[in-house]
């Protein structure tokens, strides 16, 4: 069995630390949800010297990868999957710098939120989403690296940005001790994909984790992402990094968890909100065989419950709210990252809408962030 972490973030990173920064007071405004970090080299700054092996291989391609057009520069993992990393990594003119986006240049990333009008952002990593582990060893000691730089990037932010724990999910123990670690120094969630370890999220296997979750108020944010590698080898599978987000929903709202982790909130994040009409309906379909039987579709059947979903700024937000109601939306940005589901603009362009009300915009925006993740 890997060594255990101490509650106490002890293990030091072999980088110099910058110096401490003079950044705002935290202010009043919007909640981003769903924000990302690139890794870099300093993400795995923080392995002890006996576990510097398992650090991810860096490695140079001709930039034709089906997933990952125009990029060249990857981490790889021993089964030769590649993942995104944030070694010469480029933005866009007009869009935050890779120092930003990498958590490089922690003020910098403060200065963007406060000139967008952000108190606070969710910080999700971008390398787990895709990341395929088969030893347990090697999983335990890159998200203990990775949640040791995110609790030091939350101080330095003065807990501006607050985090998205990665547990190591194939040593549940291990799993546990990290969120006991997060809860103490800025975690706000725990990041799932839809599937996880073979198994659906509601299997008796996480209920450890969950239980752990609930008892220090940390949310479940179940993000875009799949534990099948052909997703992350061929562009055409976009969607099955989706779809199954859907299925999640089903499966854990039709489950007995409600009763089960009263206290435990669950975020659904970038896959959009307008499936929750699909979601519904199928839910109502099987309600006379083996599914919850006490879900009308004449009523808002969110509303009420401890599932929140993140919806876009351009969707058909009055249909949306048929099914979700005003107090189970949110709302992320995915800041730091530079692809079709990417706008750092998306809370203001959200709050110009005039098709809702806008004491339901200021909700999705800011006060249903702070109740998801207990802020």
Not at 6 to 23: A, F, G, H, K, N
Not at 50 to 57: A, C, T
Not at 261 to 285: K, M
Not at 304 to 325: Q, R
């Amino acid at each position: 069995m890997p060594k255990r972490a101490s509650v106490e973030c002890s293990i030091e990173p072999d980088y110099t630390p910058r110096p401490e920064y003079q950044l705002l007071e935290k202010n009043v405004g919007y909640v981003d949800c769903d924000t990302h970090a690139i890794e870099s080299l300093r993400t795995w700054s923080f392995l002890p010297a006996d576990e510097k092996r398992f650090r991810p291989r860096e490695k140079k391609t001709d930039g034709n990868q089906p997933q990952w057009q125009g990029l060249n520069h990857f981490w790889e993992m021993p089964s030769g999957q590649l993942i995104i990393c944030g070694l010469n990594v480029e933005s866009p003119l007009g869009q935050p710098s890779p120092a930003v986006r990498l958590l490089d240049d922690v003020a910098g990333r403060v200065k963007w939120m406060d000139d967008l009008g952000v108190d606070t952002q969710i910080v999700i990593p971008s390398f787990f989403l895709a990341a395929l582990f088969d030893d347990a060893k090697a999983q335990f000691a890159l998200t203990r690296s990775y949640n040791r730089w995110q609790a030091a990037c939350s101080k330095e932010s003065n807990g501006r940005l607050r985090w998205s724990l990665v547990p190591p999910l194939l040593d549940m123990e291990a799993a546990v001790e990290e969120v006991r670690f997060g809860a103490a120094h800025g975690a706000a969630s725990i990041m799932m994909r839809a599937l996880e370890c073979k198994k659906l999220l509601t299997d008796p296997y996480f209920y450890p984790l969950y239980q752990e979750a609930e008892k220090h108020g940390l949310a479940i944010g179940i993000h875009i992402g799949n534990a099948n590698s052909p997703v992350y080898e061929n562009a055409g599978a976009i969607m099955h990094a989706v779809v199954p987000m859907a299925a999640a929903f089903v499966n854990i709202f039709t489950s007995d968890f409600s009763e089960r982790f009263p206290g435990l909130n669950f975020g659904f994040l970038e896959a959009g909100s307008e499936w929750l009409a699909f979601a519904f309906r199928e839910i109502s379909r099987g309600a006379e065989a083996a599914w919850r039987q006490d879900v009308a579709l004449d009523e808002v059947p969110l509303a009420g419950t401890n599932l929140y979903v993140a919806c876009t700024f351009d969707e058909d937000l009055p249909y949306v709210l048929t099914y979700a109601g005003e107090d189970n939306l949110v709302l992320g940005s995915d800041f730091g990252h530079a692809d079709i589901g990417t706008d750092v603009r998306a809370h203001s362009l959200l709050c110009e809408r005039s098709d809702v009300d806008a004491a339901i915009l200021k909700k999705i925006t800011d006060d249903n962030g702070r109740q998801l993740y207990r802020l």
